[in-house]
């Protein structure tokens, strides 16, 4: 089976302070693929990473960075010195090379000023 | 590029009414699409995987009749809610893949969503 975890309902942080979001998943495919979206409060969803399971090299972009480790099926991801702009509804999800993408439940961040 | 657009943003019906919404891939062909609903501080729910010229694949529990998918180009699937009622509020959201994409298992580009409401 495969699944998703987001174990943080609500994270609520003070600008500038760093901040993780956790994301656990579950497949006994060899071959996937990770994704973080970022939902605002308009409702859109905006496409932030995709790691596939072949690649562990962490990244980095801007603010943003990503931790995949396969040993504990991990694949957070951090925003150093938040902005209220950050605030949002982070999903991560997981795609096995099928067409169906599994969502985790979601981190609702609030960062505030 | 990859620009998916849903119409309408938002829309409030009686119940008992029908409403359909649009999916459309503005800049790219996309053989497949899908609908996702997701309730209040839920996260996403794959309702059904649209397929051009061929019916779609509804997931576990969606109801066939209730939600009408209907995917006749390459760039176009609409989802038609028959006979709505409260419970069907909810934000409705689409998803496409590229025909032809830069690398395997591309990011899904989604809509921005419509947000339903019946009364």
């Known amino acids: 089976a495969q699944k998703v975890t987001q174990a943080q309902t609500e994270i609520s942080v003070v600008e500038k302070e760093d901040v993780t979001l956790d994301c656990v998943y579950e497949t006994r495919d060899t071959t996937y693929y990770l994704f973080w979206y970022k939902q605002p409060p308009s409702g859109e969803l905006v496409f932030l990473i995709r790691r596939n399971s072949f690649d562990e090299q962490n990244e980095i972009s801007g603010r943003y960075s990503w931790n995949f480790q396969k040993s504990t099926s991990s694949f957070n991801f951090t925003i150093t010195a938040s902005q209220v702009v950050d605030s949002a509804v982070y999903f991560c999800a997981l795609n096995t090379g099928g067409f169906k993408t599994i969502f985790g439940a979601g981190t609702r961040l609030f960062v505030k000023a | 590029g990859a620009v998916v657009s849903q119409h309408p943003s938002w829309v409030i019906c009686k119940s008992g009414t029908s409403v359909k919404i649009e999916c459309r891939s503005l800049?790219?062909?996309?053989?497949?699409m899908f609908w996702y609903r997701q309730f209040p501080k839920q996260s996403l729910m794959l309702m059904a995987t649209?397929?051009?010229?061929?019916?779609?694949?509804?997931e576990q529990g969606v109801e066939k009749d209730k939600f009408l998918i209907n995917h006749a180009s390459l760039t176009l699937s609409t989802l038609t809610v028959t006979s709505a009622h409260p419970e069907d509020s909810s934000f409705y959201i689409c998803s496409a893949e590229p025909i032809f994409k830069d690398s395997y298992n591309s990011p899904l580009h989604f809509g921005n969503g419509t947000r339903l409401t019946v009364t």
């Open positions: 649209s397929n051009e010229g061929s019916k779609a694949t509804y």
């Open positions: 800049d790219f062909q996309a053989t497949t």
